[in-house]
């Protein structure tokens, strides 16, 4: 495991309880089956606010800086928020 792939295989292995041969078997689904029991709806919209609280006090910027005012990410994380 002292290759970057190798390292990855077994990051990912640990990280998802999967077997190594399955790695060679992998498919969107299979991803899919994978991560979804780890990753609950409130868990990405806690990780979305996080993010967008980032990018609200400055520690974060959007790429295109000019696109988003801090007015429109203020609406960002009250809309997520709310729901």
Not at 46 to 56: C, G, K, P, S, Y
């Amino acid at each position: 495991m002292s290759s970057p792939f190798g390292s990855n295989v077994f990051h990912c292995c640990l990280r998802y309880c999967a077997d190594v041969d399955d790695v060679w078997s992998v498919t969107p689904a299979y991803i899919l089956q994978l991560c979804k029991p780890t990753h609950s709806e409130l868990l990405r919209k806690a990780r979305m606010l996080l993010e967008l609280v980032f990018i609200h006090e400055g520690c974060f910027m959007f790429n295109n800086s000019t696109f988003f005012t801090t007015s429109d990410v203020t609406s960002f994380i009250e809309g997520i928020s709310a729901t």
